[in-house]
């Protein structure tokens, strides 16, 4: 009973100078106190409005303006609020600016592109992880430096190369392949599954090879089974990414195939002659799915981009 008593209290000794070596802005003593309490609580309840404030206002507005009539859309100042509650401008919307059919469009782009994107850069991430091929980190490193380019200037060299593709010398403006290409070599893409790649114990990969696996069984059985979460967080990057894009779209399909226009190009091309609160409800329309897709898939999001090891 002396033993466990003497043990116990250790455990307590240290548990209190780990507690007390962990430096906050609030001391521990200060906020077990009733007035620590009473303000820690006051000040994160006002940084969470604060924050839900900024973050759902545009939305809210959004919604709400989608619902008011064209005089009411345009007052100065807004409403809070919609005076005239008018809930038929989003089938108004979705008949008179063909949005289903945009939606489709524009869902056509980016599971194209995601398609690629996933073979072509889970491919690299594998190769620069596990196969080390000579001047791999040289390779690494000239893609991860285009991060540091801001989008703007590469349009056009995109363009120009979309334009006139080399050695086949095709020209692909006005096509899908315009919008896919562009997409595939993602240098932040093809990080986050090396990263992720390096984490998977050689062991595994070493054992495969062993019962005689070749590289692209041991990709297909071994790496992609163990990289779930972060295929997702890829997966959900890229979609979003060629969902949300309006220049790129605009250069290379806006004129040239008009039945085959984005949400974003769609909504634009019609905001000559189509009323204010039907353009803000056919926006919120091709808002919904993004909105939907990172609401039911925000765990696999945060799980993708934590994950850096494999326990066991």
Not at 7 to 24: D, G, I, K
Request: charged residues 10%; glycine residues 6%; proline residues 6%.
């Amino acid at each position: 009973m002396a033993a466990t008593a003497t043990v116990s209290t250790r455990a307590r000794v240290n548990q209190r100078r780990e507690t007390t070596s962990t430096r906050t802005l609030i001391s521990g003593v200060a906020l077990n106190r009733p007035r620590g309490k009473i303000i820690y609580r006051v000040v994160l309840t006002l940084v969470i409005v604060v924050f839900t404030l900024v973050f759902i206002g545009p939305m809210y507005f959004l919604f709400t303006d989608a619902l008011k009539s064209t005089q009411e859309v345009i007052a100065t100042p807004p409403t809070l609020y919609p005076h005239s509650f008018d809930p038929g401008n989003f089938s108004t919307a979705w008949s008179r600016l063909d949005v289903g059919r945009m939606l489709w469009n524009t869902a056509y782009y980016a599971f194209g592109a995601l398609a690629l994107q996933l073979v072509f850069d889970v491919a690299a991430a594998y190769s620069l992880s596990k196969l080390r091929p000579v001047l791999g980190n040289v390779v690494l490193f000239l893609m991860l430096a285009t991060l540091m380019i801001p989008v703007t200037v590469l349009v056009v060299p995109q363009y120009v190369t979309v334009a006139d593709m080399p050695l086949f010398h095709w020209n692909l403006i006005g096509s899908p392949e315009a919008i896919w290409l562009p997409s595939v070599a993602n240098a932040f893409n093809i990080f986050l599954l090396k990263r992720f790649f390096d984490s998977i114990p050689a062991d595994y990969v070493d054992a495969a090879s062993v019962d005689g696996a070749s590289r692209l069984m041991i990709l297909w059985r071994i790496i992609l089974p163990m990289s779930r979460p972060i295929i997702a967080v890829v997966s959900i990057f890229s979609l979003v990414a060629v969902w949300k894009d309006f220049l790129w779209p605009l250069l290379v399909e806006y004129g040239y195939t008009p039945t085959r226009e984005t949400l974003n190009v769609g909504i634009w091309q019609a905001q000559v002659g189509v009323p204010e609160n039907l353009l803000i409800a056919a926006s919120a329309m091709a808002a919904v799915p993004t909105i939907a897709f990172f609401l039911i898939f925000q765990r696999n999001i945060m799980a993708g981009l934590t994950a850096g090891g494999i326990r066991g």
